[in-house]
């Protein structure tokens, strides 16, 4: 099969897939293609299969591959003086495999509160947590104490284990946490994602508007 560049056809078929949560048909994809040929919308479909980001799926259907879901990684950026643009080739990856080791002990759970901001947690975001009877001290964990879940770091005394928050500025508000009965660990922390608050209206394109 001649050279051909995927990734424009890759990126509408997944921001069709993120809408409508289906993989269309052949006819279908030609229309959102914009490609007259079927024979064309078929190499297409090929190469997408032979790259595994589509694969055959019951009833002469297509449904996602193993690679579909993965995301095009830049290149560092600094957040501090601005830095030349690189020319170099993007790579792609999946954000399960960048967070999650064990998908089937993996449980996601949303944040309320702001115990825990002087570790960048904050209100609202969505912490990955595993699966794990068992913490080291000073790790951030998700546990039960008294029948009740709340995510602190763990920590031990002459009294024995306990948790705690992470926020200087309302330390006051936050004493340790001691059981008066049980602490178990449901699990330790994995890492977090964000929704960035974005402003509206999105009025200026900068370089375009002078």
């Known amino acids: 099969m001649q050279p051909l560049d995927i990734s424009s056809y890759l990126g509408r078929l997944q921001d069709y897939y993120a809408r409508e949560k289906i993989i269309p048909s052949t006819t ?16 297409i479909v090929q190469r997408l299969k032979e790259e595994n980001f589509l694969e055959n799926a019951p009833g002469s259907r297509l449904r996602p591959g193993s690679r579909f879901f993965e995301r095009t990684v830049g290149p560092g950026v600094r957040a501090g003086r601005p830095q030349q643009t690189a ?6 990856l999946r954000i399960d495999d960048y967070l999650i080791k ?10 309320k509160g702001d115990s825990m901001i002087d570790l960048g947690i904050l209100e609202g975001d969505m912490v990955i947590i595993e699966r794990s009877s068992s913490a080291s001290l000073g790790e ?3 546990a039960i104490v008294d029948n009740e879940f709340t995510l602190k770091v763990l920590a031990r005394d002459k009294e024995g284990y306990y948790l705690e928050a992470r926020n200087e500025t309302r330390s ?4 340790p946490i001691r059981p008066q009965h049980k602490l178990e660990i449901y699990g330790f922390y994995v890492g977090l994602f964000r929704k960035a608050q974005v402003p509206a209206p999105r009025l200026h394109h900068l370089g375009l508007d002078r």
Do not use: G
């Open 140 to 142: 951030v964990v998700l």
């Open 87 to 92: 020319d170099v080739q993007p790579e792609l």
């Open 172 to 175: 006051k508000e936050y004493p």
């Open 28 to 43: 279908q994809l030609s229309t959102l293609w914009n490609v007259k040929a079927r024979s064309w919308t078929h190499q």
């Open 102 to 111: 064990k998908p089937s002990q993996t449980i996601l759970f949303p944040v």
